[in-house]
């Protein structure tokens, strides 16, 4: 907050040059209207320019025709132009109409507006029970002593023993209206605040792409060069904090048991008398299905890469095929002045040819299979009751979280085995993680795809036997230490 920093931020940071520019209001009022109130991320030139028209007409009824005296589509260039930078224009793979959409500056400049507006309540309780959780989830999370983690848990659980002890003596505590209404506007706020993080979060992707477009344009070298080089920037990007967030934050919104419950408490909080005196914003109810809509834009972002990364390889095996082809030809060429001429000592050295030969007799025979015998049984439906919930309860390894692990480590050093892996990054879901590691390992021919673009190979040791521990809990739920002996399998590049 020096005076330097503030006044290069002045002269060149979006949101203050939109705050101090002297259409700020129509800029600001009409972007809140078009994008952030509904949560469009994507809007056609054609569509946006006749919403702007109509806002430009009401405006000139109101303040005079001297008001705006330019049209809509001027504005809107000049809101995309690079010394605005309030929209980003751009235009979608094969169409020729311009797209636009807000430029994380510009909402961050409305959110600051909207925080302006004087407020009917302010609430502080709300937020700083959510302080002291934050502080308690950080607390337990790192806890590493396993004597203090029981003792917490056991607290909790008498917690919550005597709170369902008074619940069935019929002491109910109820919050108040103004709880009430401190909570769902502290909701209502981080959830706004989310969606304009999404926003910048698909900016920060899209720089990254930029980044390799102009890498792959320029670059000169070998593919595998350039293709180590962008998959470590993007599992640096990956495994950053923003990378890590936003990756659980989708897996937890992925799930459909969670848009059900959120959905079902959105219906409950909104039914409540105190909130619906507050008038909340119609689209609360559907505030997750925003959060995926928006998620679903990051994701398509990053899913560029790929499809760059893609065209780079369809670019360079043209070349080389050409380049093939134009050795082939320079063969030919000299092959026909040579036919004419004299020639003197030796011209081309080819190594003696020999025929590989095989007898009939060391084929095969013909083996006939063996035919099945069905037996002819009436299939009786049964009457027992089972419970099918168990079918849900499966544990399911991700296997390219697994795969991912094991390139990063092949990026810090040539080889790695798999003792040594589990040593930096331990084992979470037990014997079916390692079964997993296994299997990338069998795999590990080059055959799969992500295989072969990471360089994976394995190699496996039978005459060192290495031991495997990790923690696991036996069936009362106590902690364990649990060991498996297995061959040294050896991860290399």
Avoid at 104 to 129: D, H, N, Q
């Amino acid at each position: 907050m020096d005076h330097a920093t503030l006044s290069a931020l002045r002269d060149r940071h979006p949101a203050w040059r939109l705050l101090a520019s002297p259409h700020a209001p129509l800029v600001a009022s009409f972007l809140h209207r078009v994008f952030v109130a509904p949560n469009v991320r994507v809007m056609s030139e054609a569509d946006l320019a006749e919403a702007l028209e109509d806002e430009l007409y009401a405006l000139r009824e109101q303040l005079g025709p001297e008001a705006y005296p330019k049209g809509a589509q001027d504005y809107l260039n000049d809101w995309a132009a690079p010394d605005k930078g309030w929209l980003r224009k751009f235009y979608k793979p094969g169409t020729d109409e311009a797209q636009f959409d807000l430029t994380p500056a510009t909402e961050k400049a409305i959110a600051w507006l909207l925080t302006l507006t004087e407020r009917p309540f302010v609430g502080t309780e709300s937020r700083l029970l959510t302080l002291f959780a934050l502080l308690e989830q950080i607390s337990a999370g790192t806890e590493a002593d396993p004597i203090k983690r029981v003792a917490d848990l056991r607290k909790k659980r008498d917690e919550l023993d005597a709170e369902i002890a008074r619940v069935l003596a019929g002491d109910v505590p109820l919050l108040d209206d103004t709880a009430v209404k401190d909570r769902f506007q502290q909701f209502q706020q981080l959830a706004r605040e989310l969606l304009a993080d999404f926003r910048e979060v698909e900016h920060n992707f899209r720089l990254l792409d930029r980044k390799v477009r102009e890498k792959i344009a320029l670059w000169e070298g070998a593919k595998g060069a350039l293709l180590d080089e962008i998959m470590g920037e993007r599992d640096a990007i990956g495994d950053s904090d923003q990378g890590r967030s936003f990756r659980a934050f989708w897996d937890f919104l992925m799930s459909t048991r969670r848009q059900e419950e959120l959905s079902e408490r959105l219906d409950q909080v909104l039914a409540l008398p105190a909130v619906a005196a507050l008038k909340p914003e119609p689209r609360t109810r559907r505030v997750h299905h925003d959060w995926l809509e928006a998620g679903e834009h990051t994701q398509r972002t990053v899913a560029q890469l790929s499809q760059q990364l893609r065209r780079f390889l369809d670019d360079r095996a043209f070349l080389e095929n050409r380049r093939i082809l134009d050795l082939l030809h320079g063969i030919e060429i000299k092959a026909l002045a040579l036919r004419g001429a004299t020639l003197s000592g030796m011209v081309m050295h080819i190594d003696a040819m020999g025929a590989d030969v095989e007898l009939p007799l060391e084929r095969p025979l013909f083996t006939p299979s063996v035919t099945p015998r069905l037996a002819d049984l009436a299939l009786v439906a049964g009457e027992d009751d089972i419970d099918t919930a168990r079918l849900f309860d499966q544990i399911v390894v991700d296997k390219a979280r697994l795969r991912s692990a094991v390139q990063r480590a092949l990026r810090r050093q040539p080889q790695i085995t798999l003792r040594e892996l589990l040593d930096a990054e331990p084992l979470h879901q037990g014997l079916a993680e390692l079964v997993a590691y296994l299997e990338l390992a069998h795999a590990g021919d080059g055959s799969d795809a992500l295989d072969a673009l990471g360089g994976l190979r394995a190699l496996v040791d039978e005459a060192v036997e290495e031991p495997i521990r990790w923690q696991g809990s036996n069936a009362d739920g106590e902690a364990v230490t649990r060991e498996a002996r297995l061959p040294r399998v050896i991860f290399t590049r």
